[in-house]
């Protein structure tokens, strides 16, 4: 099978022949292109970058990776228990209770007048059994939990989250660890220049020279270089001549003079003296760097180090969540090195790097031991773990299976809205247990004073239709805009969906 250039790769396979740069980010997490030729490996799902290769296919079918991947979802599907709703157990005993009082209510001002000698007082028995009914009617307690959920699925939207379940709402406030993927989701999911060494020019030379040279160039770190010179509005000098040699780097003559921009070994293998540079070549390939070296006529002129950069909202996501006492966790398929680094950095209490997408799903597992867990990722090998966890969060700008497979979906992909749907999970929670604490205030005082038959059903209609009014007002207090949108949301379904 030959894969031309920009193509998805789709099949696991071998590469027979060719070479290019394969982005497997979204398969594996790792964010900077790898390098692919005759006899490496290829994942279907992946995007070939500017060259072309032939494969032999390795797996089809239920082999295939992405096969694998959809078979662990289904298998953290089945596992994943069910949130049971709070006011789903009330009506269970609630409903055939105020059934039993009104039968007991009706046949005691029959019977107890009965066995005392004196006339069964039938209008009272009558009254008293249409009372406790009306006043018992579930209508306040149904209406409780769904006016929550459309009081926080409204704050929620317009903060960009779109939360899919009521499940959503009750079970994310009780999670006790965060578990975030790394690439595209704490990370902005693309190298760019972080770091820049200069040695004899200034950086903006430095700069110049390696975006005249990679401009030609179709690799994805020469796009971060050239993306690098445009910010800094450096106008790069012309090329004269260009050669690409791939895995490795490229050689092009500016201004008369050899110009060769790409790894250290390249460099070296050029016979390129990089030894001044070589103790700093190591210190930032030690912090999960990716250096390009640059050198003219012969002598080095400086390094550009490149990463994939933390989100600026990241941070203060992770301090957030912290303050709160929620424990969290980065669950990468990226190497140790980068992975402690970004740890580090956020201030994230536990690292478990180099995991595939089965392991991820395990790992939850493992975790959820301690305490709930909510999963955040965006690739097709979060997926499978964005399942099992107690809560799925995906980010918006993800991969369809990872949004199919979460409970709540950040559509403005942005990281801080993690911290804030949590919170926005207790407030409707919380919300909730007021609603059906008033509801039940009103129920539990009515039913017995409608049992005594002193109660007009007339006013016990309008004594629930007060309780009723009291919910709506509690639940969209603050929120007038809510209220007709409440009123529609009566007796219907709450359904999931997401477009």
């Not at 980010?25 to 070939?48: H, K, Q, Y």
């Not at 030690?286 to 070296?293: D, E, N, Q, Y």
Request: hydrophobic share 45%; net charge negative; aromatic share 4%.
């Amino acid at each position: 099978m030959r894969i031309r250039p920009g193509e998805r790769v789709p099949v696991d396979g071998e590469v027979v022949e060719g070479h290019s740069s394969v982005d497997q980010a979204l398969v594996t997490g790792e964010p900077i292109p790898v390098e692919r030729s005759a006899g490496d490996s290829v994942i279907g799902g992946s995007m070939n970058g500017s060259g072309t290769l032939l494969v032999r296919v390795a797996a089809v079918g239920e082999a295939s990776f992405l096969q694998q991947v959809a078979r662990e979802v289904e298998d953290a599907r089945a596992l994943k228990p069910g949130l049971l709703h709070l006011v789903d157990r009330i009506l269970v005993v609630y409903t055939p209770t105020v059934l039993a009082v009104a039968a007991l209510a009706t046949l005691g001002w029959v019977a107890v007048p009965w066995f005392l000698g004196s006339d069964p007082d039938l209008q009272r028995a009558v009254f008293a059994g249409l009372s406790v009914l009306v006043m018992g009617y579930p209508c306040a307690i149904g209406i409780s939990a769904p006016l929550s959920i459309v009081r926080g699925a409204g704050e929620a939207a317009e903060r960009g989250i779109l939360m899919r379940t009521g499940e959503a709402f009750q079970g994310y406030r009780l999670v006790r660890q965060v578990a975030f993927d790394k690439t595209g989701t704490l990370t902005e999911g693309r190298p760019h220049l972080v770091e820049i060494e200069s040695t004899g020019i200034t950086q903006d030379a430095l700069i110049a020279l390696a975006a005249a040279v990679e401009a030609a160039s179709e690799h994805p770190l020469a796009d971060a270089i050239v993306a690098a010179a445009f910010e800094r509005r450096i106008t790069p000098p012309e090329v004269e001549q260009f050669e690409a040699v791939p895995g490795k780097g490229v050689r092009a003559q500016v201004g008369g003079e050899i110009v060769l921009v790409g790894n250290p070994r390249f460099l070296a293998e050029s016979g390129v003296e990089l030894g001044r540079l070589a103790g700093r070549i190591g210190a930032l390939e030690g912090v999960g760097r990716t250096v390009i070296a640059v050198a003219r006529g012969g002598q080095p002129v400086g390094l550009l180090a490149l990463a994939d950069t933390v989100r600026a909202e990241a941070a203060g996501t992770v301090a957030a969540l912290k303050q709160t006492g929620v424990r969290t966790v980065l669950i990468t398929g990226d190497n140790e090195r980068n992975a402690h680094r970004v740890a580090a950095e956020l201030g994230i209490d536990q690292v478990h790097a180099g995991i595939l997408p089965d392991e991820k799903a395990e790992l939850v597992r493992r975790l959820q031991q301690h305490g709930r867990v909510a999963m955040v990722g965006d690739g097709i090998n979060d997926a499978p773990a964005l399942m099992q966890a107690d809560v799925g969060i995906a980010m918006g700008g993800g991969t369809d299976i990872a949004i199919d497979s979460a409970d709540i979906i950040i559509l403005s992909n942005r990281l801080d809205a993690v911290a804030t749907a949590r919170e926005i999970s207790r407030r409707a929670y919380r919300k909730m247990v007021q609603n059906v604490s008033l509801a039940f205030l009103f129920n539990g005082v009515g039913v017995p004073l409608a049992a005594t038959g002193l109660l007009y059903p007339v006013w016990a209609m309008v004594t629930m239709a007060v309780s009723v009014t009291t919910i709506f007002f509690n639940s969209l207090w603050g929120r007038p805009s809510l209220f007709f949108q409440a009123i529609l949301s009566v007796g219907k379904p709450v359904k999931p969906s997401h477009d």
